[in-house]
């Protein structure tokens, strides 16, 4: 089992920046690919970023490439996520999620993922 923890959300002003984090127990934290999904209200999850257990493959939604950044840490079983130039549109509850299949293949639906964390809330003020 593994339970995921986020932090690092909060209010900013459109433009400015956060950096979310992803706190994972477990030993096998290492051979995850490791995900971030954002969600509104009324609004299906949403991916945003993906991870591979090395850190070396990444993968974005269009419309945050350039601007958000996916990176891990496995000696800190953490993965983060740095957003700048924040958007009115980013607006939402962001959640890590945890694939702990053998293999990497890009996944970006959220029932792929095997594990959640509770969310954390981003609020970009315009």
């Known amino acids: 089992q593994v339970q995921l923890v986020e932090s690092g959300g909060g209010l900013v002003q459109a433009g400015g920046s956060l950096r979310l984090s992803c706190a994972a127990s477990g030993r096998t934290f290492s051979s995850y690919a490791m995900g971030w999904f954002r969600q509104t209200p009324g609004k299906e999850r949403e991916f945003v970023a993906v991870?591979?257990?090395?850190?070396?493959?990444?993968y974005y939604l269009d419309s945050v490439k350039g601007r958000f950044t996916v990176s891990r840490d496995n000696a800190k079983n953490t993965v983060y996520l740095q957003m700048n130039s924040l958007k009115g549109e980013d607006t939402a509850v962001y959640y890590c999620?945890?694939?702990?299949?053998?293999?990497?293949?890009?996944?970006?639906?959220?029932?792929?993922?095997?594990?959640w964390g509770q969310g954390t809330q981003v609020t970009v003020s315009s």
């Open positions: 991870i591979d257990w090395s850190g070396g493959r990444t």
């Open positions: 999620a945890a694939d702990a299949s053998s293999t990497w293949t890009l996944k970006s639906r959220p029932d792929e993922y095997d594990y």
